[in-house]
């Protein structure tokens, strides 16, 4: 358990630097809001 613990901390750690890299980490195209949707909206629902 300790060990499982060990690398989740670790590679929590790896994610935090790697996404310091990018000024807006979550702004991909996938994400809600991103440049897909902008481009295609999505039809309305309602």
């Known amino acids: ?3 499982a613990k060990r690398l989740l901390i670790a590679g929590e750690e790896e994610f ?3 996404m ?3 000024p807006e980490p979550w702004n991909f195209a996938e994400s809600p809001g991103g440049i897909a949707e ?3 909206p ?3 629902d309602m």
């Open 1 to 3: 358990m300790m060990k």
């Open 16 to 18: 935090q630097y790697e």
């Open 20 to 22: 310091s890299w990018f």
């Open 38 to 40: 902008g481009r295609n």
């Open 42 to 44: 999505p039809p309305n």
